[in-house]
C-alpha cells in the first residue's frame, strides 16, 4: 500500500492507495502551514495512521519540481517551500520510508495517461484549468520534463504584449477558470465571487452577459490549443481541472476552434479535444503513478 499527498493552496488532500490506483480511503486537512516543517509535520501525523502497511509515499505539490531530487522551486503560493528538499525531509520524518514528488499538473497529466482518457496514446497535453493554467506533455508515451524543467508551464505562455509596455497577457489569467467565474460573478452581481455552480448555470441558460464572457475565455483557449497543436502536433489534447465535468467547456472549446478555421481558411491543424477523466482526484493518481514507474514496480 501507499501514501498518496496532494498539496494544494487552500486543501492538502491525501489518500491510502494500492498499485492498481484504488484509493482505499482518503481525507484532507487545510493548508494552514506557514513552513515546510509545519507542512511534513502535519503529512507525517496522517502518516502514521497507516504506517504499518505504507511501502511508500507520492506527493504532488505546486511549482517547478526537480523530481529526480526530490526538490521544490517556487511552490505556486506555498512560497516557503522554495528550494526544500521536501522528498528527504518528509522521508527522515517517516523513518526512511521512499518518497517521491512530482508537479501537479504533471500528476494530472500522469494519471491520465495511466488510467484515463490519455491511455493508449503516445503523444499528448493535458491541459489543467484551475487558478492558473497547468500543463503534462507526454512524449513518446512518457513524461516530458524538458532541460530546465519548464515544459508544460504553460501559465508563462504569452496570450498578447502591450507594445507600450512590454507587459504581457500570460495564459494562466487568460486561460483561468477562476478569473472566468469572477468574471461573470462580477458582471452579474453575484454575492459569491467564486461560485462556479451559478456561473454556469447562467451560461447554460443563455445570459447575454455571462455567455459573451464564456465566449471570449474559450476563445482565448482555443487560440493556445490551436498554437500548441502547431508546435506539439500531439494526438489528443486533453482538458482538466474541475470546470472540465462541465459538458460545456470541452464544447464550447472546439467550437471556438472551428470558428477561428472558419474564418482562417490557411488553418490546418485539427486538435483532438477531449476531456480528462479524472478531476479533483487526478493528482493522487499522477503522483502514485510517478511512485510506480520510479521504482519499477508496474
Avoid at 481525507?27 to 502497511?53: D, R
Avoid at 526537480?66 to 506555498?78: I, K, P, R, T
Avoid at 524543467?149 to 507587459?167: F, P, Q
Amino acid at each position: 500500500m501507499y501514501m498518496v499527498f496532494d498539496i494544494g493552496g487552500t486543501f492538502v488532500k491525501y489518500a491510502w492507495m494500492n498499485s492498481s490506483g484504488i484509493i482505499q480511503e482518503k481525507g484532507k486537512f487545510p493548508t494552514t502551514a506557514k513552513s515546510p516543517e509545519e507542512l511534513i509535520a502535519q503529512m507525517t501525523e496522517k502518516f502514521h495512521v497507516y504506517k504499518k502497511t505504507v511501502k511508500g509515499i507520492a506527493v504532488s505539490c505546486p511549482g517547478i519540481i526537480d523530481a529526480e531530487n526530490g526538490v521544490v522551486y517556487y511552490g505556486g503560493s506555498l512560497t516557503f517551500m522554495h528550494k526544500q528538499h521536501l522528498a528527504d525531509m518528509l522521508s527522515n520524518s517517516c523513518g526512511g520510508v521512499p518518497v517521491v514528488i512530482q508537479n501537479d499538473a504533471k500528476c494530472a497529466a500522469l494519471a491520465e495517461l495511466w488510467l484515463g482518457n490519455v491511455k493508449g496514446y503516445q503523444n499528448a497535453v493535458v491541459l489543467t484549468l484551475g487558478s492558473g493554467v497547468g500543463g503534462g506533455i507526454i512524449f513518446d508515451g512518457k513524461l516530458y520534463s524538458g532541460k530546465n524543467l519548464y515544459a508544460g508551464e504553460v501559465s508563462y505562455m504569452m496570450a498578447g504584449l502591450d507594445k507600450e509596455t512590454i507587459r504581457p497577457d500570460f495564459f494562466g489569467m487568460t486561460g483561468s477558470a477562476v478569473r472566468l467565474v469572477e468574471r461573470i460573478a462580477r458582471a452579474k452581481q453575484l454575492d459569491d465571487l467564486t461560485d462556479g455552480v451559478r456561473a454556469f448555470e447562467l451560461i447554460q441558460q443563455g445570459d447575454k452577459e455571462a455567455c459573451a464572457i464564456f465566449q471570449s475565455y474559450v476563445l482565448d483557449l482555443a487560440t493556445q490549443i490551436l498554437n500548441i497543436q502547431y508546435l506539439l502536433d500531439p494526438e489528443v489534447i486533453a482538458i482538466g481541472g474541475g470546470i472540465s465535468a462541465q459538458p460545456i467547456v470541452v464544447r464550447g472549446i472546439q467550437d471556438a476552434v472551428n470558428e477561428i478555421k472558419a474564418k482562417n481558411p490557411f488553418h490546418m491543424a485539427r486538435p483532438n479535444i477531449v476531456a480528462c477523466k479524472f478531476q479533483n482526484d487526478a493528482n493522487l493518481y499522477g503522483a502514485l503513478y510517478h511512485y510506480l514507474l520510479r521504482f519499477d514496480e508496474l
